[in-house]
């Protein structure tokens, strides 16, 4: 065991993508509630959200909120857009905010915990275990550089807990808690 655990903590970046892809359930479809808790810096509370998600491999995410108040956001490769009731509050695209797609590729591969993808932005540190497996990310372009000082994932079967430390000071938590039935069907919000 303790050969095992040296094995997996000497690993290359590539042994610990497919590690981490090896124990992730692969499935089209993911969705699930969310708690999202942001520690602004000067701030003594921190700013707290809950609600429902969809990932939909292939198509998008789409973020639910439901508290403090209702409001949706939907994410696709190429375009994010905010919804509050049916008033919408923003749409930005990939053709006029080339952005976009960044934000958007790195969102879909933190929900799905897709390393490999994410190591093209970052370098990747981490174990795993058979009980689960946790990463840190650094960034690695001065752009997240400005944003992000790490990036930690953790999970087993899906990721659970995704913590954003940013260059400001603040902090954000988002633990998500999949739905048993997470895989069936498409996702809510995807239909064409």
Same mark, same amino acid.
């Given at each position: 065991?303790?050969?095992?655990?040296?094995?997996?903590?000497?690993?290359?970046?590539?042994? $610990?993508? &497919?590690?981490v892809?090896?124990? #992730?359930?692969?499935a089209?479809v993911?969705? !699930? %509630?969310?708690?999202?808790?942001?520690?602004v810096?000067?701030?003594?509370?921190?700013?707290?959200?809950?609600?429902?998600?969809?990932?939909?491999k292939?198509?998008g995410v789409?973020?639910?909120?439901?508290?403090?108040?209702?409001?949706?956001?939907?994410?696709?490769?190429?375009?994010?857009?905010s919804?509050?009731?049916?008033?919408?509050?923003?749409?930005?695209?990939?053709?006029?905010?080339?952005?976009?797609?960044l934000?958007?590729?790195l969102?879909?591969? $933190?929900? &799905?915990?897709?390393?490999?993808? #994410?190591?093209?932005?970052?370098?990747?540190? !981490? %174990?795993?275990?058979?009980?689960?497996?946790?990463?840190?990310?650094?960034?690695?372009?001065?752009?997240?550089?400005?944003?992000?000082?790490?990036?930690?994932?953790?999970g087993?079967?899906?990721?659970?807990?995704?913590?954003?430390?940013?260059q400001s000071?603040?902090?954000?938590?988002?633990?998500?808690s999949?739905s048993?039935?997470?895989?069936e069907?498409?996702?809510?919000?995807?239909?064409?």
């Open positions: 065991m303790t050969g095992a655990l040296l094995l997996l903590l000497l690993s290359t970046p590539g042994d $610990l993508a &497919a590690q892809k090896a124990k #992730l359930n692969d089209p993911q969705r !699930g %509630t969310f708690e999202q808790s942001k520690q810096k000067g701030f003594k509370r921190p700013l707290k959200s809950s609600g429902t998600y969809v990932v939909t292939g198509e789409q973020w639910n909120t439901l508290k403090p108040f209702p409001s949706e956001l939907s994410v696709k490769a190429d375009e994010i857009s919804k509050q009731g049916a008033t919408e509050v923003f749409r930005l695209d990939a053709k006029s905010e080339p952005t976009v797609r934000i958007t590729q969102l879909f591969s $933190l929900l &799905a915990g897709d390393l490999g993808s #994410l190591e093209n932005h970052f370098t990747a540190t !981490g %174990t795993v275990k058979p009980e689960g497996w946790s990463i840190e990310l650094q960034p690695k372009s001065d752009a997240l550089k400005k944003v992000f000082t790490t990036i930690s994932l953790q087993d079967r899906a990721v659970h807990t995704v913590l954003l430390k940013e000071g603040d902090s954000t938590t988002i633990t998500l999949p048993p039935r997470g895989g069907g498409r996702g809510e919000g995807f239909q064409e």
